[in-house]
């Protein structure tokens, strides 16, 4: 009787790791993190594989708010804004993740939570970015180099 019972459970699907209304916990991320400011660039804007920018266009800002959340990670959402001010290129950026609760089996995998946002057209100049208390130097145009990226907040 009682492995019948248990058979039909397992058909019917009523004990499983997880099921479908799984309790899930809602993980809220904001200015966390690190920036980082580079330009699309066309072909003649890179030597030696570093990326040079160049005035009077537009930049992009990713923010990586989690480099390695949980393979249990769904509804991963994340946004940024940047506004420039005097110089500046400030940063905010959230975002969230739903995880479930319990004691459920997750992918070993990293799920990144990253947020693209662009800037507006940069003239020739000096430039920080800005992002959850740490900044990094931005000079356009600028001898090839790498992108600049903040440190890691916590």
Known sequence: MFRSLLGA???????ACQSDDAQTELVELADIGVACVWQEAPESNLSDGLLSFVADAPAEVQVILENCASGCATDVEATCDVTESAG???VTAGGSYSLPTGDVGCDDICVPVTAICPTSSLSAGSYA?????????LTVPDEPTSSPCTDAAD
């Open 9 to 15: 459970l397992f058909s019917l699907g009523l004990v």
């Open 88 to 90: 500046v290129l400030e």
């Open 129 to 137: 970015l800005s992002y959850a208390g740490e900044s990094a130097a």
